[in-house]
């Protein structure tokens, strides 16, 4: 399993620090990857989002995936593939320190409802197949990285993922 850090220093060194975990669903048909598009700020994501104090790694993928997407997870493919730490600015200006576990996976055929959180709804979260190069290049457009900070986790992840495929 792959793993690396990214740091973006904007944040208070001497402040408190938020520890987060999360999951992020890497799903491929035909060529495209299941992403989330942020119609909000134009930005591009692997579907995916919190764990819970008590859940288990692969319980919190099944149901960030099927939340934001609609799709079933087969839990029979599930497979470990990249584990990202971030560092970057929290609430209000301390440290947050999130751990995402990235996994490949493949989905049932179709698509159920969606579940969306209140801030998801805001951002305008819309279910998009697309190729990384795309997703990569309309990532590169976001002018407010303020707003979406996880663009540069989801966009270096991209490239490693491009980069092993050549």
């Given at each position: 399993m792959q793993e690396f850090t990214i740091d973006l220093k904007n944040y208070k060194t001497d402040g408190t620090v938020f520890k987060r975990a999360a999951v992020r669903g890497m799903i491929r048909r035909d060529g495209k990857f299941l992403l989330i598009h942020g119609m909000k700020y134009g930005d591009y994501k692997f579907p995916g989002g919190g764990k819970h104090e008590e859940e288990a790694l692969l319980d919190t993928l099944v149901r960030e995936v099927a939340e934001e997407t609609g799709y079933r997870i087969k839990r029979e493919s599930v497979e470990e593939f990249m584990k990202?730490?971030?560092?970057?600015?929290?609430?209000?200006d301390d440290l947050m320190e999130m751990v995402s576990w990235y996994y490949v996976c493949d989905v049932e055929e179709t698509a159920?409802?969606?579940n969306l959180?209140?801030?998801e709804k805001e951002y305008d979260y819309r279910v998009q197949w697309m190729s990384l190069e795309?997703?990569?290049?309309?990532?590169?457009?976001?002018?407010?990285?303020?707003?979406?900070p996880w663009v540069e986790r989801e966009t270096e992840v991209m490239r490693r993922i491009l980069r092993q495929q050549t």
């Amino acid at each position: 399993m792959q793993e690396f850090t990214i740091d973006l220093k904007n944040y208070k060194t001497d402040g408190t620090v938020f520890k987060r975990a999360a999951v992020r669903g890497m799903i491929r048909r035909d060529g495209k990857f299941l992403l989330i598009h942020g119609m909000k700020y134009g930005d591009y994501k692997f579907p995916g989002g919190g764990k819970h104090e008590e859940e288990a790694l692969l319980d919190t993928l099944v149901r960030e995936v099927a939340e934001e997407t609609g799709y079933r997870i087969k839990r029979e493919s599930v497979e470990e593939f990249m584990k990202v730490t971030e560092r970057r600015k929290g609430d209000p200006d301390d440290l947050m320190e999130m751990v995402s576990w990235y996994y490949v996976c493949d989905v049932e055929e179709t698509a159920g409802n969606r579940n969306l959180d209140d801030y998801e709804k805001e951002y305008d979260y819309r279910v998009q197949w697309m190729s990384l190069e795309e997703a990569v290049a309309g990532n590169e457009k976001v002018q407010q990285r303020k707003a979406v900070p996880w663009v540069e986790r989801e966009t270096e992840v991209m490239r490693r993922i491009l980069r092993q495929q050549t």
